[in-house]
Nanobody, 125 residues
Framework: QVQLSESGGGLVQAGGSLRLSCVQSGPIFSGNVMGWFRQTPGKEREFVAFINYNTGDTYYSESVKGRFTISSDSAFNTVYLQMNSLRPEDTAVYYC??????????????????WGQGTQVTVSS
């Protein structure tokens, strides 16, 4: 199973930026696809962004489109989430996740079998 570890969270003022990193390791890699989700207390995990390194495709939720950018290094060992123009409603624990081998819908958390421990992002108004 893929092992994932996020970093880069923190406290930032509204309008500011943060860059999250997700390092993957372990004997089985993610197949060069990765997703970012976020979760606030009492709510389900929400899809944020997805990257398919094989095709170059990236996808975003409507709430972050135009503000967040998902990318990776050339070896796909690290996946990044650049977050600009942050808003208080972006406050959440952010998770990177690797989907199962035969995933079908990248927006669904149930398609993902490996998760990092999460990193807290807090945006103050």
């Amino acid at each position: 199973q893929v092992q994932l570890s996020e970093s880069g969270g923190g406290l930032v003022q509204a309008g500011g930026s943060l860059r999250l990193s997700c390092v993957q390791s372990g004997p089985i890699f993610s197949g060069n696809v990765m997703g970012w989700f976020r979760q606030t207390p009492g709510k389900e995990r929400e899809f944020v962004a997805f990257i398919n390194y094989n095709t170059g495709d990236t996808y975003y939720s409507e709430s972050v489109k135009g503000r967040f950018t998902i990318s990776s290094d050339s070896a796909f060992n690290t996946v990044y989430l650049q977050m600009n123009s942050l808003r208080p409603e972006d406050t959440a624990v952010y998770y990177c996740a690797a989907p199962r081998k035969y995933w079908s819908d990248y927006r669904l958390s149930r398609e993902y079998t490996s998760w990092g421990q999460g990193t807290q992002v807090t945006v103050s108004s």
